[in-house]
């Protein structure tokens, strides 16, 4: 489905959160400004990379745009209509089209749930039908065996974990989905076995993601489009070969020379 | 004689069990070098640091082989020897900043607990050296930061107290739990060059524990590949990053991101090279049972 139109379209994005660390002993927290000023866009079925140090924002901005957090200023335009100000209640037809994936699989899938609950149970709340075949279909995207339905979580090692997030995600059949450093935590091999899955899945489902990833190394795989963010300001926004090929920022570069290749002559070592 | 650290022929169990946790693991690290210990999650790397410095959950047994720190044979001591031997000789710079450290004491007394109790410093010897300490790895107000608690502290910054309470007492061996993966890249390749500043001016053998080849090839001189707890490969890093030996470690290497590359595509380490690997384990055990 080509369309110029991107999906989301964001301008003048500004967030900023109370601040408890120096909250007066009476009355409210100061605001810490978290992003400053941002303008980008989503292309839809496009993977958008969002790069920075920790502390940048880059989850900040991730979680405003499924809108778990309200602008302070600006607007996000998703499919052409302003959500930033909606209510919760305004947001929620939109809920199941916007999905997320986390960090850390352990924590975000619950202990005490089998996997086929954890798939089941968004769909159930979305009042979704033939949830039982829904479920499956699911695990078969992200290849892994039917009868991983009846495990728990702790059954399951990291890169297995991982893979029914993402099918949590995909069994809403989002439009978008958030993928925050769901890397991270995972070591090379099953690193590369998720980055594979999840560029299948944006080719064959025809998802738009913004992937969020301290990594710049994991990037290049899959975005089309990156934001590099420092201190809550866009310091690049290039389509992702320009990135590598020339930065436009110091702060990129820094970046990319931080990264340690597996070779021991790599010069700015 | 140069080597400090030998570990020969160490296996390991669940107790109870008959499966080995590590397989008859051997490896010497000399004094001023770097040695690094690669795998996947739940190869037995961190494993070994446990062993050497003896703090190995209760439920793992070693059942054969040696462990010599600076030509002493650990397992030849009594508990109090081996536990005075270790803490004397050798520290630990752990993986998690957060949790290493105790959210509700200063980190000065954090750092000079050791010193005193370890090595019988006076407190005031104890503090200044501390102080010196945190210059040493780059703080620039030490004041500051050993009045503060853990919590007041960025990632980068904890780590670098960690790494200064590792240093504090002069230690010949250092052992590394992945000092560096839970920090964003800018401050890990800081924080890499901090430990091999130090470890290059103390002359300190390290024993340098990461899931990340690329970090290795920064500073080790030497590495282990392991698998399910057995070295599959050892050579020096110059060697080994020019031409892997084994099947795994050439599997390993490919699956390793390089943002130099954008067009080999990651391949995980494919299905056959495990189960080749594992036969290959699995002959080993077979033998191991029969001796």
Not at chain 1, 14 to 36: Q, T, Y
Not at chain 1, 136 to 155: I, K
Not at chain 1, 156 to 185: H, Y
Not at chain 2, 179 to 207: C, F, N, S, W
Request: hydrophobic share 40%.
């Amino acid at each position: 489905m080509p369309d110029d139109k991107p999906m989301f379209r964001v301008r003048q994005l500004s967030v900023a959160l109370p601040d408890f660390a120096n909250k007066p002993p009476f009355g409210r927290p100061p605001l810490i400004r978290i992003l400053n000023g941002l303008d980008f866009d989503i292309q839809t079925g496009s993977v958008l990379g969002v790069v920075g140090g920790s502390g940048s924002g880059k989850s900040t901005l991730g979680r405003t745009l499924v809108r778990l957090l309200k602008p302070s200023a600006g607007s996000i335009e998703f499919e052409g209509e302003d959500i930033g100000q909606l209510t919760e209640e305004q947001m929620r037809p939109l809920r199941r089209r916007l999905q997320m994936i986390f960090q850390d699989p352990m924590s975000s899938l619950n202990p005490r749930r089998r996997v086929k609950e954890i798939i089941a149970d968004p769909l159930r709340i979305h009042g979704l039908d033939r949830i039982d075949t829904r479920v499956d279909e699911a695990l078969d995207h992200v290849g892994l065996p039917r009868s991983f339905r009846q495990r728990y979580p702790h059954e399951l090692s990291g890169g297995q974990r991982q893979r029914i997030g993402i099918a949590r995600a995909i069994a809403m059949r989002p439009d978008f989905i958030l993928a925050d450093e769901i890397v991270s935590g995972l070591d090379v091999s099953s690193q590369a076995q998720v980055l594979n899955l999840l560029e299948d899945l944006v080719r064959e489902l025809g998802l738009t993601v913004a992937f969020i990833s301290h990594d710049l190394s994991v990037i290049r795989r899959l975005c089309s489009q990156v934001l590099v963010l420092n201190r809550g300001s866009i310091v690049e926004y290039s389509p992702v070969e320009e990135l590598f090929a020339a930065p436009k920022s110091e702060y990129t570069r820094e970046l990319l020379d931080s990264i340690p290749l597996p070779d021991p002559d790599q010069p700015g070592w | 004689m140069t080597c400090f650290l030998e570990i020969d022929n160490l296996s390991a169990i669940i107790r109870g069990s008959n499966d080995r946790l590590l397989r008859s693991v051997s490896l010497q690290v000399n004094i001023g070098e770097v040695h690094g210990l690669v795998g996947e999650s739940g190869a037995g790397k961190s494993m070994i640091g446990k062993a050497v410095l003896g703090i190995l959950p209760a439920a793992v047994e070693i059942v054969e082989g040696q462990v010599r720190l600076d030509g002493q044979d650990l397992f030849a001591l009594n508990p109090n020897d081996r536990r005075r031997l270790i803490g004397t000789k050798a520290a630990l710079i752990p993986q998690d900043p957060l949790t290493a450290l105790n959210p509700s004491r200063r980190i000065g007394a954090q750092i000079t607990d050791r010193l005193v109790d370890i090595l019988g410093w006076t407190k005031h010897d104890a503090a200044n050296r501390a102080a010196e300490l945190l210059v040493e790895v780059h703080i620039s107000d030490p004041e500051r930061v050993l009045a503060s608690y853990p919590h007041e502290l960025s990632g980068g910054m904890r780590q670098r107290v960690l790494i200064a309470s590792a240093f504090a007492a002069n230690p010949q061996l250092v052992i590394a739990d992945e000092p560096t993966t839970a920090l964003d890249v800018t401050v890990q390749k800081q924080i890499l060059r901090l430990i091999r500043e130090l470890q290059l001016r103390h002359g300190t053998a390290m024993l340098f524990v990461t899931h990340d080849l690329g970090v290795v090839s920064k500073i080790c001189q030497r590495l282990s590949v392991l698998f399910a707890g057995k070295i599959v490969e050892q050579a020096d890093v110059a060697q080994f990053y020019s031409n892997p030996g084994h099947e795994y470690s050439k599997a390993l290497m490919v699956a390793t991101p390089k943002y130099t590359e954008p067009l080999t595509s990651l391949m995980p380490v494919d299905e056959s090279v495990i189960s080749a690997v594992t036969e290959e384990i699995e002959a080993a055990d077979r033998e191991w049972r029969g001796a």
